[in-house]
């Protein structure tokens, strides 16, 4: 942990571009925080964590809200998945039952669109003109992984147990809602098109009262729509849950933290951050090619520098490995029109593949710009968290789906 002024603390280390966004979100934050596997993002650094008295930042949530992940521990071992062929053969049919991409066009037909969820009052705070447009819009993608990072895997654990994890967010139901508030923040339409700015929003406003309702729904929303997914996935294997470990890392929570004057309550912004309170689970995807871990906040004597960091930490931790190459960078550049390769990327397709194989993961879709090359080691960032999280299980991935390279999805990161 490095501080870098009496508001700032980094984990981990982090380019200049960061470091810099980070300084200038901690000017008009209370306190703020960059985990280390944070990298430059949209106004706010990915990874960071910022603590403000009754305001929230709508970019700090950003256009992903609710994105997180939910892990589903399994009484099914890897004996019962059989050999490569058959978890290829899953992956094929995981792929033909849950949707990757924007609409929900797969062979399941359960997911839970009459959830209590669309009748919340919570709704009203999106203007007549586009509110059913958007809870028909919400409905038809609920359960939807999307793609970029997104991803349904198949993981074993240390003990030999099967576990089911999902990483997506609230869908285009939230990138309308950030958007929106975007351009509202701003003196714009609902439908504006905002300028890259931060925008804080007043809690005791009426506009940031219906940013938090609706920021609160997309949550309800991304909840049940990975929850669904798992528990699919568990039914495709003939698997009993044991165990759900679920959280968002990218919303914003009412916490009691102490600034510097006591404890009060504040809010609590976490882009790309899971929270990790003492003792609170918390499940954290690597890359399709590297492990995922179980973890927990450690519990530690109040007087102890381990509690010290997690306070610096706003009890957080890291949300993935975090990237170290762009999209572009790993795949290249191609013409949108013809498809044709501008600029070849740092990543090959034999080296993508080289990889998994070394990993023992089967592979159904996913793109060169999401291959392992692209992205820090997952141990490596945790080990920069110092002693503020105590690893429960490591989850080795055996099959890793993901939508496919070429997959249209506008709300994908």
Known sequence: MQPLSDKLVVFGTHDEHTLRQAAAVAERADRMAVMADGHYGYVMPVGGVAAYRNHVSVNGVGFDIACGVAALRTDRTLADLGDRRALAALGREIDATISFGIGRRNAADDAPIDHPLFDDPAWEAIP????????????????????????????????????????????????????????????????????????????????????????????????????????????????????????????????????????????????????????????????????SVILRGATAPADSDVTAQQRAALYSTVHGAGRVMSRTAAAGKRNRRTGELLTPGRVTPAMMAEWLEAKGVVLVGGGLDESPHAYRRLGDVLAAQGATVEVEHVLRPVLVVMAGADEFDPYKD
């Open 128 to 291: 007549a003109s586009h509110r059913e447009a958007l809870r028909r819009k919400a409905r038809a993608q609920l359960g939807t992984v999307g793609s970029g990072n997104h991803f349904v895997d198949v993981l074993v654990s240390e003990d030999g147990a099967v576990w089911v994890m999902a990483h997506f967010g609230s869908r285009g139901l939230g990138h309308t809602v950030a958007s929106a508030f975007l351009s509202l923040g701003q003196g714009g339409p609902w439908d504006g098109r905002a300028r890259e700015a931060e925008v804080l929003l007043d809690l005791a406003t009426p506009m940031g009262q219906d940013y938090w309702a609706l920021m609160s729904l997309a949550g309800q929303y991304a909840y049940a729509g990975r929850e669904w997914v798992v528990q699919k996935v568990a039914s495709l294997i003939g698997a009993a849950a044991t165990r759900l470990v679920h959280q968002h890392h990218n919303a914003a929570w009412r916490e009691t933290h102490d600034l510097g004057q006591g404890p009060e309550e504040v809010v609590v912004v976490r882009k790309g951050a899971t929270p990790a309170f003492p003792g609170q689970a918390g499940a954290v995807g690597g890359s399709m090619g590297d492990d």
